[in-house]
């Protein structure tokens, strides 16, 4: 597999010069949000009745509404994204003027950040900033949240439970 | 069904790296082809047989239906095959 990912970096000029690696091919069985939560079976949309979203989350496309959803599975805000010891962090960006979310991503053990790119591949990246760049479709970052890599809330578990292991897929080109 | 082809082309060019589907959904082509009215059902179906994608937007307003059961809602594969069975139970897809 290439440790490169042309489409994605037409899109987002601020990652070959941040530093990024393809980490897998292209699927559209999840998404960002799912990817950062650790489910890679589904894709979780911001509304139940047209994707997953976690029991008990508010529901929309606000940002309140996907700071609801980590915390229903444990996270909590907090200041940044240094990389600290027994924590998994994961990022969100926005876009402002709407206070919308866009995107997530999760942080690795190595204190780099992972990314799933819409229906596109993961992307392994050396910064948040790395999405963030003069076509800003992603928007902004609106902050950082964590939770502890040793107790993953019972509401985790009832997420992954019904998931098999994950196989990548190749995902037909159009 | 040209016009139908070129947008989701376009559709797909512009928003496949977007990670919120509501996003994604209010794309000027994807509410074009929600315009076509019931016409673009079919086309949205046999659409999905090829290359399932974010069309449980489209398709729920267009019908005001949802087939899919709630625990197989996120589950791409569950929710184009239920989909893809509400047009085959009606003679809309083959």
């Known amino acids: ?174 | 069904m040209e016009q139908f082809k070129k947008h989701v082309e376009a559709w797909k060019a512009e928003t496949s790296h977007w990670s919120n589907a509501a996003h994604r959904a209010e794309h000027r082509s994807y509410q074009a082809i929600i315009a076509m009215g019931a016409l673009a059902i079919p086309l949205i179906l046999g659409e999905m047989k090829d290359e399932p994608d974010d069309w449980f937007w489209a398709l729920h307003e267009l019908t005001k239906v949802n087939p899919v059961p709630p625990e197989n809602r996120g589950f791409m594969q569950r929710m184009t095959k239920a989909w893809l069975k509400w047009g085959r139970d009606r003679g809309i897809v083959s």
């Open chain 1, 1 to 174: 597999m290439s440790s490169r990912a042309p489409s994605i970096e037409k899109i987002f000029g601020n990652l070959s010069k941040v530093g990024y690696q393809k980490s897998s091919e292209a699927t559209t069985d999840y998404n960002c949000i799912a990817f950062a939560a650790g489910d890679v079976k589904r894709k979780w949309v911001g509304y139940r009745s047209l994707g997953f979203w976690p029991p008990g989350a508010k529901e929309g496309k606000h940002i309140s509404a996907l700071i609801d959803a980590f915390a229903k599975i444990g996270y909590e805000v907090c200041g940044n994204g240094e990389s600290e010891a027994g924590f998994e962090k994961v990022v969100l960006y926005f876009e402002r003027d709407k206070q919308e979310w866009t995107h997530a991503a999760k942080q690795l053990p190595n204190g780099k950040w992972t990314s799933k790119i819409g229906n596109l591949e993961d992307i392994v990246h050396d910064s948040p900033n790395a999405l963030v760049g003069p076509d800003r479709d992603y928007g902004d970052i609106y902050g950082f949240m964590k939770r502890s890599r040793s107790a993953p809330p019972p509401i985790l578990h009832s997420i992954r439970r019904d998931i098999k292991p994950h196989r990548r897929k190749h995902k037909k080109q159009s």
